[in-house]
């Protein structure tokens, strides 16, 4: 009876808060990896395929969901049933829609929170970046700091990652949008890095800014869709990986000006029928890259672990896959991966993104209709 009472009030709870909800739940016992011993919790469920975590000092967490809504996620895991009001309309089409959210490196000091997603303009649509300041359920404040050019519209490839380096630089990740040749391109913003101010301006060392007929913003050539993208935390320098056609997913050392490739030069094949694109594997002045996936993956997310809570995992990259459902582990010497360890087949879902939390855990989020937030830790003796 005692059972069926508590039962009772979490159903009415659920019911007056008008927001789905999961209580906190082990998905399986302890999964056994190479190092640690691990449990999987979903801490929350009923997220519209979410694509984006942050992490606010108070002990809140901001989600994105591809539909246009940024989410506020308590310390208790409940998820508020009323969206962040005040953003800019974000186009849904195809994998378009609200991309990552971060906070500025010193967000105690100004408040700012910046966001990707996809804009209308003239010609269609295209992967944007604002910014603003969040004010109760209210973003306030609200500056577009970039918009790429041109805009087409289709529904591909928009990459939507944002990385702070060091120096407070920004960088924004964008993909091709489904028209390869755009990536070798240096008057178009497309399959690039872009390399900004945290107000939005130029800074005047990129790489193509004083070059004849380019787009000052641009800090790479030659990537076709990058959707993980961190920061070194020695180095300092930026990682990605980003999707190959079929086969050829990469990672990548993000560095200025240089040309990674796509589509001259890719491991990967054209869907469907095996040929190759472009000139091969490898040409003279591209880049190759630290590690390749074939067949792909399909990734997203990405983190370095750090913290206590996995010591056996110190340094290690964590990369989310969609197409494979999995968490993959990369054990690292420099930049060369030495090992690669594949956790949480089908236990998971479509991992969309990967963030250390402060707590020196992982979180996870996964994507789908019904998509979740999960925690990852250690299993404790």
Same mark, same amino acid.
């Given at each position: 009876?005692?059972?069926?009472?508590?039962?009772?009030?979490?159903?009415?709870?659920?019911?007056?808060?008008?927001?789905?909800?999961?209580?906190?739940?082990?998905?399986?016992?302890?999964?056994?990896?190479?190092?640690?011993?691990?449990?999987?919790?979903?801490?929350?469920?009923?997220? *519209?395929?979410?694509?984006?975590?942050?992490?606010? &000092?108070?002990?809140?967490?901001?989600?994105?969901?591809?539909?246009?809504?940024?989410?506020?996620?308590?310390?208790?895991?409940?998820?508020?049933?009323?969206?962040? *009001? +005040?953003?800019?309309?974000?186009?849904?089409?195809?994998?378009?829609?609200?991309?990552?959210?971060?906070?500025?490196?010193?967000?105690?000091?100004?408040?700012?929170?910046?966001?990707?997603?996809?804009?209308?303009?003239?010609?269609?649509?295209?992967?944007?970046?604002?910014?603003?300041?969040?004010?109760?359920?209210?973003?306030?404040?609200?500056?577009?700091?970039?918009?790429?050019?041109?805009?087409?519209?289709?529904?591909?490839?928009? +990459?939507?990652?944002?990385?702070?380096?060091?120096?407070?630089?920004?960088?924004?990740?964008?993909?091709?949008?489904?028209?390869?040749?755009?990536?070798?391109?240096?008057?178009?913003?497309?399959?690039?890095?872009?390399?900004?101010?945290?107000?939005?301006?130029?800074?005047?060392d990129n790489p193509f800014n004083k070059r004849a007929g380019a787009l000052p913003e641009k800090w790479t050539l030659g990537n076709r869709n990058m959707q993980g993208a961190v920061l070194h935390p020695q180095t300092g320098e930026l990682w990605t990986h980003e999707h190959g056609p079929q086969g050829g997913d990469e990672i990548n050392v993000m560095r200025s000006g240089l040309n990674y490739g796509w589509p001259v030069v890719t491991y990967g094949v054209n869907y469907g029928l095996g040929?190759?694109?472009?000139?091969?594997?490898?040409?003279?002045?591209?880049?190759? $890259?630290?590690?390749?996936?074939? &067949?792909?993956?399909? $990734?997203?997310?990405?983190?370095?672990?750090?913290?206590?809570?996995?010591?056996?995992?110190?340094?290690?990259?964590?990369?989310?896959?969609?197409?494979?459902?999995?968490?993959?582990?990369?054990?690292?010497?420099?930049?060369?991966?030495?090992?690669?360890?594949?956790?949480?087949?089908?236990?998971?879902?479509?991992?969309?993104?990967?963030?250390?939390? $402060?707590?020196?855990?992982?979180?996870?989020?996964?994507?789908?209709?019904?998509?979740?937030?999960?925690?990852?830790?250690?299993?404790? $003796?």
């Open positions: 009876m005692k059972v069926l009472v508590i039962r009772s009030l979490q159903i009415l709870l659920l019911t007056l808060s008008g927001c789905a909800f999961t209580w906190a739940q082990e998905i399986s016992g302890v999964i056994h990896s190479e190092k640690h011993g691990l449990r999987l919790t979903t801490l929350l469920s009923g997220l *519209e395929n979410p694509w984006s975590l942050a992490f606010l &000092p108070d002990g809140r967490m901001l989600v994105t969901e591809r539909a246009g809504r940024m989410r506020l996620v308590g310390k208790d895991f409940r998820l508020d049933p009323k969206p962040i *009001e +005040g953003l800019p309309e974000s186009i849904e089409r195809g994998q378009g829609g609200l991309f990552d959210v971060v906070l500025h490196p010193q967000y105690a000091q100004n408040g700012w929170i910046y966001w990707a997603y996809n804009a209308a303009g003239p010609g269609g649509w295209g992967t944007a970046l604002a910014r603003g300041k969040l004010q109760g359920q209210r973003m306030t404040e609200v500056q577009l700091l970039f918009s790429m050019q041109p805009k087409t519209r289709s529904g591909q490839h928009f +990459g939507g990652r944002i990385v702070f380096d060091k120096a407070g630089m920004l960088y924004l990740t964008l993909g091709d949008r489904g028209d390869k040749d755009r990536a070798q391109k240096i008057d178009d913003h497309a399959g690039s890095v872009i390399r900004l101010h945290d107000d939005g301006r130029v800074p005047a040929t190759r694109i472009g000139e091969g594997q490898s040409k003279p002045g591209m880049v190759q $890259p630290l590690h390749v996936w074939v &067949p792909s993956i399909a $990734p997203s997310g990405m983190a370095f672990v750090s913290g206590s809570q996995f010591p056996q995992w110190q340094g290690d990259l964590l990369v989310g896959a969609l197409r494979g459902q999995m968490l993959v582990r990369l054990v690292l010497n420099g930049e060369k991966v030495i090992r690669e360890e594949r956790l949480l087949q089908g236990r998971a879902g479509r991992i969309r993104d990967i963030r250390m939390g $402060p707590d020196g855990l992982v979180y996870l989020l996964s994507d789908s209709a019904d998509g979740a937030l999960m925690r990852l830790e250690p299993a404790r $003796p």
